[in-house]
Each structure stands twice: as C-alpha cells, then as structure tokens.
C-alpha cells in the first residue's frame, strides 16, 4: 500500500467533501483538522491502540456537524445581531486553529511509520514536536474560545456554542495528548 499516495487521497477527500458541506472557508477549516486527524491515524496505525483510533475516527462527524451547526446558526434570522455575531467569532476562531495546525500537518504525515522506526530515531522526534505543537495550539486558542466577551457570555445560545466548540477542541487535544504519550 502506498502510505503517502492513500493519506493524500484521504485528505483530499476530507477537504472536497468538507468545503460542498460548510463553503470554502470552513471547508479548508475541517479539511486541515480532518487532515491532521487522517494523517495522524495513518502515520501511527502501529503505536496507536484501536480505542484511540476509533476516538480519532469519531472526532470527524463530531466535527463536521459542529462546524455545520455554528454555521446555519450564524445565518438564522430568528437570532440577535450580537448573537450571530458570538458564533461567528467562535467560527473564526476555529478558522485560526486550523491555519495554525495546518503548519503541523506536514510533519506530522511523514511517509515512515513508526512500527518500522527505532526508539532513537529522528522521525519520531519530529513527529513527536509536531504533536506537541499542535497540542499547544489547541490549549492556546481553547483559552480564546472560552474567553468569550461580557455580551456573548450572557446570551444562552452564544455560550452554548462556545461549549460545543470547547468540547470538540478538547475531545482533539486528549487524541493528540494521548498519541504523544506513545512517542
């Protein structure tokens, strides 16, 4: 099987699939943090246990509906100004989190699988700060969605899906803190 060849079709699909769903946009969005998740999968297949590969595998629909969801929110016409505008700062904020994972993606879909690498080799070095990284970031921009304005905070269905970002976010970085802990 050809590692690099299927990962990129994956990813592509990811992204196709992605922009049709929630324009281009957030289609880049999911397609990055699809990307990282498909690639991850495919690179560590050996390291990883099946429960976490399932976690991996449930974090797509997790976030596809997420993104979908804050979307067609952000488009209602039944909503506050301010409410519309909270969700789309929460969208936005995603968008940043996946721009910055993007620079990860790379090293972390190196071509070797770590079945086939030592303990001491550089591959994994690489792909271990890749992970690392990518954590950071998501703690790093966790902390701007949950720091939502006064005015966002007191609207119940803003602070809803600030939650709902959260929780994706979160459910993300235990996958990546627990791929890590394998490295």
Do not use: H, W
């Not at 390291?47 to 976690?55: G, I, N, P, R, W």
């Not at 997420?66 to 700062?89: F, N, P, Y």
């Amino acid at each position: 099987m050809n590692v690099k060849a299927d990962r990129i079709t994956l990813v592509a699909t990811a992204r196709a699939s992605t922009a049709a769903l929630v324009g281009p946009c957030l289609g880049f969005l999911l397609g990055s943090l699809l990307g990282l998740l498909v690639a991850t999968n495919v690179c560590l297949a050996g390291v990883l246990s099946q429960t976490d590969l399932k976690k991996v595998e449930d974090l797509r629909p997790m976030f596809a509906t997420l993104m979908g969801d804050l979307v067609q929110t952000s488009k209602r016409t039944d909503i506050s100004a301010v409410d519309a505008d909270c969700v789309k700062s929460t969208i936005q904020n995603l968008v940043e989190i996946s721009q910055e994972l993007s620079s990860f993606e790379y090293l972390i879909t190196i071509e070797k699988e770590l079945t086939n690498v030592s303990e001491n080799d550089p591959t994994r070095d690489v792909v271990k700060f890749a992970v690392e990284q990518s954590t950071n970031i998501l703690t790093s921009q966790r902390k701007k969605i949950a720091q939502l304005p006064d005015q966002c905070m007191r609207l119940p269905l803003a602070l809803a899906k600030s939650q709902q970002a959260l929780q994706v976010v979160d459910a993300t970085t235990g996958i990546l803190s627990s791929i890590r802990s394998r490295l």
